[in-house]
């Protein structure tokens, strides 16, 4: 074994920074992704999963095209049929560089990894990305209360996927739930372990689909990503299948008189200010503020930065072409 001493400053053995999905997933990276039951957690998944292996830009955001695979250990038949509605949206054919597991892997027992690995290579795969559907649902059976609070058994668990890792130089996107508090369950058991976490957030009167990044290890976290949420439909002989699409597209509410105020006044005052300053602005009580604020955020056409209670409030460029729309 060789080993390199290098001296602090030196950036000759770094390299930059690089990514599956520009800004959003690392390569080589851990996250997990998390929610509510029905925030469209396994479709955005495998969305992102398509994307990479056909090499196509997620959303406007840049894409190392690679190889993958979706563990659907919860609802494989679901996964099947969400896959074809994907290609046939895309006008595309399957292909080997998009795969589906249908099984449950015990990711805490080293021999049913060992098992997946070399099961893996004798299909001859070689994946750049995994999804793993999800925590709960590969485990392992027999599994007691508060068991993945356990931080010996957090490790276990991920010892696993490390190994699943490893052998294929992968990413790894595991999909957990959240708790009553909205934060993502166990999070003291495994916040230390992955680098990215995500949170999905379904915007069901709006019908659209909010990533929010709570945890980015090795970069700033990404802003809120906010997807518009349609069904589509797709068969196969006389098999007909209906999915949720997700795409860039503005949101299916339009801006009331109240939004349209809000939005006017951070454009009017230089594209930014908090929300405190904007319910000054209009007289409004702080609660209200906040309400209103938060359908404009969850519709996509304003973003919030910084990390206190009242963050500074700025345009998405959706917003900025309301403004400008309006005055026209």
Known sequence: MGFVFEQAGDMTEASAMQWLIEGILPERGL????????????SVSLDMMLHLAYGLPWHGHAVKPVAGLFIAAEKPDLTRQRSVVWLAEHGLKPSPQARILATAPNFRDQKTVETLVHEM???????????????????????QDGEMSNPTEAYRYFDGIKRLSDAFGASVLVIHHENKQGKMRDAE??????????????LTKSGMLRLECTKQNAAPLFQPVTLAVTTATASVGRQHF????????????????????????????GGQMTTTEVSRKLGWSDRTGRRRVRRLLDNGWLRAEGVTRDRFLSLTPEGWRLVSAKAE
Do not use: C, E, H
Not at 31 to 42: C, P, T
Not at 189 to 199: E, K, L, Y
Not at 244 to 267: E, F, H, W
């Open 242 to 269: 209906t999915a949720p699409v997700l795409s860039n597209g503005a949101a299916k509410s339009t801006p009331a008189t109240d939004d349209m105020q809000v939005l006017r006044l951070i454009a009017k005052a």
């Open 189 to 202: 058991a495994f916040r230390d372990i992955v680098d990215t976490q995500i949170r999905a957030t379904y």
């Open 121 to 143: 290579r004798q299909a001859r795969l070689s994946v750049g990305f995994i999804v793993v559907d999800s925590l709960s649902a590969t485990w392992g059976a027999g599994q």
């Open 31 to 42: 996250a997990m992704l998390f929610g509510r039951g029905g925030s469209l957690k396994s």
